[in-house]
C-alpha cells in the first residue's frame, strides 16, 4: 500500500503528463466467447483543467478534448463530432461525463490516484510480485483485489514510481475480461494550452451526445 | 442427424455443427450446457440471430470509475431494440465496444429496415447533412436520421422529418 502512495505522490508530481499507452481490451459476447482488441492511447494534460486524448483501435478512432470548460468527442473517421459544457476540473469532467452520457474514459485512474482517498479503502488485499523490466525501467510488480475487480499494477523503482503497466481483471463477470495498458512516459513535449481546445476540422459535422437518463427521444423529431 | 447423439455432437467439428439446424442444435443442447455445448450453441443456432453479437456488461477499462455506481445502471432507461446490433456500448465500460460495433453487428439503415425510434451504426448511401433549428440530421430519400453519441458510439436514431 505504501507503493500506491508513492505511486500517486509520483503522478500528482507531474501535472502536465504525456504518455504513449499500448491497450489491450476484451470484449465478452453474450455467448461468453471473448474478443481481444489492440490498440493506442495517447494521453496528454496539463491538470487540473485540460486533457487531451487519442484513442485508436482497428479502424476507428476517438479524439477527447476537455479545455476546462467544454468536453468534446471528436471521431475523425466519420468527422462527427459533439461538445457537452463540463465541469471546472478533469476529475469532475470525466466522472460527469461518465454519468449523464455513458462515456467510460477509459485509464481515469491515473488521474484519481494520489487524489481521492476513497480508493485504497475498496482494496481488500494486496501482495507484492517481484521485479520485472518493462520499456527499460524496472517496475514492482503488485497484484490486488477489491469487489468485482482484481488488478495488477508495475510501478517504477525509486522516487520516480509512475505506473509501468495496469491489468484490470473484472471478476464480476464469469468470463474475466481483462484491459492491459502499458504505460511510456514521455518527459517533455505536452502539448501547449491551446491545444487542449477542440477546433472542428472544416466539414465536420456537430452532433449531440445522447444523455444517459432520458428516455429515447425518438418521437419528437427535434 | 436424427439418432446424432450427444457424444457424437460433442466431438463433431465446427464445420459439420455450423450445418446443424437451430432447431437440431436446440433439441441436442445439453442442459446447463458444458464448454463445449456453448461453442455449438453459438455456432449453429445463433450464427444468424440478430443479437447474439450482442456485448454483454462488464468489461472494465478503470479501477475506480463506474463502480461510483453500479455498473450496469447506465442502460436502464435506454430501450434496447432486439433487432438492432448498434448498440454495442451502451453499457459497456470501456472504448472496445465502439470499434466491436463496427466489426461485429454493424446495422445498415435501408428504407426497408426504417423504424421510428430504432438505432443504426450505418446509413443508407443517399443521404444529404441537413441542419433544423439548430440540429444536425441526415436525411436519406424520404427518411431521416439523428446522430448520436451513445456513449463512445456514433449512432443513427430513426426520427420524424423535422
Known sequence: MAALDRMGAALRKHPNMLVHTKLTVEDVLASGQKIQYGGSLDISARLPTKLRMVLKMGPSERQLYYDGANLTLYS?????????????TVREALAAAE??????????????WGNDPALPERITSAMAIGKETIGGNVCE???LRQPFVDWQIWIREGENALPCKLVITTTSDPAMPQVTSIYDWQSEGVPDEAAFTFQPPQS??????????????????? | MKKFSKSVALGASLVSLIALTAAQVDAQRRPGGGPRASVRSSAGASVNRAGTNDIRAGNRTNINSGNRTNINTGDVNISRDVDIDVDHGWDHDGWGGFYAGAVVGATVATATAWRLGAYYSTLPTNCVVVYRAGATYYQCGTYWYQPRYSG????????VAP
Open chain 1, 99 to 112: 454519468d449523464e452520457y455513458g462515456l467510460y474514459i477509459p485509464l481515469t485512474d491515473l488521474f484519481l
Open chain 1, 204 to 222: 465536420a459535422v456537430r452532433i449531440e451526445f445522447q444523455p444517459l437518463q432520458s428516455p429515447v427521444a425518438a418521437s419528437t423529431g427535434k
Open chain 1, 141 to 143: 510488480h503488485y497484484a
Open chain 1, 76 to 88: 475523425p473517421e466519420r468527422n462527427v463530432y459533439a461538445t457537452a459544457k463540463a465541469p471546472a
Open chain 2, 152 to 159: 463512445m458510439t456514433v449512432t443513427y436514431v430513426a426520427v
